[in-house]
């Protein structure tokens, strides 16, 4: 059966998008993998960037005008899911930017929301909280912000999505391709997958996240500009005492040295039923990976020990007297553009993307999805006013039809 669009990728970004192309009388297929139980990683191949119980997801994300942009529609539309579906999605714990410098780094239509801070400011309000060392500046955004469940993000879109007609398939795509030459006169794409199915659509979206180059999934000899970083996070598990005392701890982001950058998440409960203060590190300490091989490799790795000690002193550091009772880690990768922005574009006219979190994702996931959705269904305006220049994807080899 011919498919209007089909969906490859059903994470934070492809679910998004299936619920926005879900609409009455257009056939939608969403096509990815659920994630693999412990006992099943070995064998896989193919995994995600939101296998986590937390991400920071705020209104403002702050450092780039256009994210700032989408992160407030992103926002809102997370907003509608919860009462779309019924799913608490976000947690508002809070927002605080905090390092060197902070107001000129949050850019113009972000800044008027926040609460400028000294660090001692910031320690008047939170106690436990000791940024000094990292520099003497803060911006707090005290609503609009904090922890959201990226498992339960997916879920939500999906259920949302089913019920609007979306046809929901638990598969890796192994190839797409565009057949010329198709009975019905119009050219149309064919998506073969690893259990053997084969499925026609008339336009395919691609919201395979860093593992969109790492299956024939775009056309022969093409080659993105777009990198995959292997990443870490460190996570501190919270004893009874400390968890009272950390209650209304905010989400942090640091603007700092190069080297102690990082993002920091107040304490979460994972599946195991601990709570656990989590971080991770901004653009350094990670892996260029380049193969599928190496990206599997990384994800059944554990990090290198020295820089989970840098990590768990660092949030030692902040986070005053905090005792941890155990330290744990999750092994994960970051898709990044040159750009620091999605690529959401067509690579060609019966084929689009939406990639490249470059560690926004789940905070944009609504509103990338919404856009992609409405690019790949032939809207007008799909990207309102941000210009299509800042969101087109850039070749290293371009497809040959460009
Ligand atoms: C450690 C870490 C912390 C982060 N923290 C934050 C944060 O606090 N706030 C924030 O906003 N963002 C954060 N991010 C970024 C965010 O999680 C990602 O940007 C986001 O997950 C990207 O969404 P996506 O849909 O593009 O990719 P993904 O969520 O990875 O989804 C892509 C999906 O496509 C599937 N797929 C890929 N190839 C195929 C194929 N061939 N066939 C079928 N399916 C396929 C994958 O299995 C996956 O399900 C973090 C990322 C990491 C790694």
Known sequence: MMNDICIVGAGLWGSSAARHASV???????IGLSEPHEKDRPSRDI?????????????YEGSD??????????????QELEATT?????????????????????????KEKGDLLTAEGVRE????????????????????????????????????????????????VDSVEELGDHTHGEPVMRVLTKKGRRLLAKKVLLCTGAFTQLKDLLPPSTKLDFVIDGTFTVRLEVGEGDLKKLCNMPTLTSFT???????????????DGKYYVKLGPGYQDQRRLTTL??????????????????????LLSIIKGFNPVSVKTDMCVCSRTPTTLPYCDM???RLGLAIGGNGFGAMLSDEVGRMAAEMIAGGENWNRDIPREMLKAQFVTPPSNL
């Open 24 to 30: 009455p009388g257009r056939k939608v297929c969403l």
């Open 47 to 59: 995994f995600a960037s939101h296998y986590d119980a937390a991400r920071s997801v705020r209104k």
């Open 65 to 78: 005008h256009f994210r700032s942009l989408m992160t407030m529609r992103a926002f809102k539309g997370l």
């Open 86 to 110: 019924g799913i608490q999605l976000n947690a508002p714990t809070g927002h605080i930017f905090y390092g060197k410098d902070i107001e000129s780094i949050v850019v113009p239509i972000v």
């Open 125 to 172: 309000r939170y106690p436990f909280l000791d940024t000094s060392r990292y520099g003497d500046t803060a911006m707090l955004f005290p609503v609009d912000g904090g922890l959201a469940n990226p498992r339960m993000i997916v879920h939500a879109q999906q259920k949302a999505a089913a019920l609007q007609g979306c046809d929901i398939i638990d598969d890796v």
């Open 257 to 271: 040295d190069f080297e102690h950058n990082c993002y920091i998440l107040p304490p979460i409960k994972y599946p």
């Open 293 to 314: 091989k190496e990206v599997k490799a990384w994800f059944l790795s554990k990090p290198d020990p020295k820089l989970v000690e840098k990590y768990r002193d660092l």
């Open 347 to 349: 690579v060609s006219p």
